[in-house]
């Protein structure tokens, strides 16, 4: 099983109560993440791409700190979690040259995640009017097949589509060497996990919460994944899994510090912006949060696999509960512990979890891009 992190630009209002720099920092902080990952032996870094979601998330130009960090590291694979490629908000043409253009920064290393957005709040600022917002998987369907068409042809043929449309152009740069980068989708519901299984595409499942979940999604992926069609140049077999880490040469304080993040608040923003996923019963509405936890409900979270905390030998237990529901990417959702929380958990990952379980020296994606067609 491979490593990565997730960063997002968590900025809650608690923190900025008396520090006009809280934004500046939790924007910078995330680079550090990025690079301290890098040096842990984490192979992958995602980046999200969100859009008028105060407190949740403030990290929308993603592809500008996805350049910083291709010059600020030197192994890891860096991800758009995601790039989104709907017209009406990054037209297809400029996503292809980024992705390319990054592909190029980073000397290969670059991976494409894409997806639709996170709910009404966020699609309608680009798509007003709009009434359903499930017809954003149409205008996703619409563009998705063209992107490989668009780093692989010479000249691109040009489309003419329900959503969109270009005339035959050269799309430049090209994809750095062989290829081109893996491809992602952000999954949420279970349909969604089979539809891009079919499709060829790994699967970002960032709306994976526990065990139970992890296996059951997993399980449906790999039934679909052998009868995939691919729309790029190879299969991307992958299953990612985001979970929260705390970990600490001592679980007492590896608790202490999960119960300190307030965890809560940020789910209570998950559910503010996220409309269209489900809303579990019992899960207030916001302005009204999600009520914090305390050190009983942390461990009873951890024993469930909703969260990783705890020393690093408790970590590790968990953790290959993860590899045993066949989860090919574990990656941890950063943001609510301090900086130096966050950069202990990265260095504990990587001294004592990450080298007994990702024995591999190539990335998996590495050797799906490198084989393709062999």
């Known amino acids: 099983m491979e490593f990565g992190i997730f960063l997002q630009g968590y900025n809650p209002a608690f923190r900025r109560e008396g520090n006009p720099n809280a934004e500046h920092e939790a924007l910078m902080n995330d680079m550090a993440y990025g690079i301290a990952a890098d040096k842990a032996g984490f192979k992958y870094v995602w980046l999200s791409e969100h859009h008028f979601l105060d407190e949740y998330s403030h990290l929308s130009a993603n592809d500008v700190m996805c350049g910083y960090l291709a010059h600020a590291t030197e192994r890891i694979h860096i991800g758009s979690g995601i790039f989104n490629p709907l017209p009406q908000v990054n037209h297809p043409a400029k996503v292809a040259e980024r992705v390319a253009m990054l592909d190029h920064l980073s000397g290969g290393r670059f991976e494409f995640g894409t997806g639709r957005g996170a709910g009404s709040h966020e699609i309608l600022g680009f798509l007003p009017g709009i009434e359903d917002m499930s017809q954003t998987k149409e205008i996703w369907e619409d563009v998705i097949r063209e992107f490989p ?4 042809q010479d000249e691109y043929e040009g489309y003419d589509g329900r959503f969109w449309s270009l005339p035959p152009r050269r799309i430049l740069p090209k994809p750095y060497g062989k290829g081109h980068p893996a491809m992602w989708y952000a999954a949420g519901s279970p349909p969604s996990y089979e539809m891009a299984a079919r499709l060829g595409l790994g699967v970002l499942g960032f709306s994976i919460g526990d065990l139970e979940a992890a296996e ?40 202490d ?17 996220h409309d269209t996923f489900p809303h579990p019963e019992g899960l207030p509405n916001w302005p009204e949060l999600v009520p914090d936890i305390n050190a009983e409900m942390v461990e009873f979270a951890a024993d469930a696999g909703a969260m990783i905390v705890g020393d690093p030998d408790t970590a590790l237990k968990a953790v290959k509960q993860f590899e045993a529901a066949g989860v090919d990417q574990l990656v941890l959702g950063l943001g ?3 900086r130096e929380g966050t950069l202990e958990t990265i260095r504990l990952f990587g001294e004592h979890i990450i080298p007994k379980l990702d024995t591999e020296a190539e990335h998996r994606t590495t050797v799906f891009r490198r084989t393709a067609g062999a």
């Open 216 to 255: 059951k999604l997993t399980a449906k992926y790999k039934e679909a994944i052998g009868n995939a069609e691919p729309i790029g140049a190879f299969v991307n077999n992958n299953v990612l899994a985001v979970s929260t880490g705390f970990v600490a040469t001592e679980k007492r304080a590896a608790i």
């Open 257 to 273: 510090r999960a119960v300190a993040a307030r965890p809560s608040y940020l789910v209570s923003n998950v559910y503010r912006y």
């Open 336 to 338: 609510p512990d301090t």
């Open 149 to 152: 068409k668009m780093w692989l």
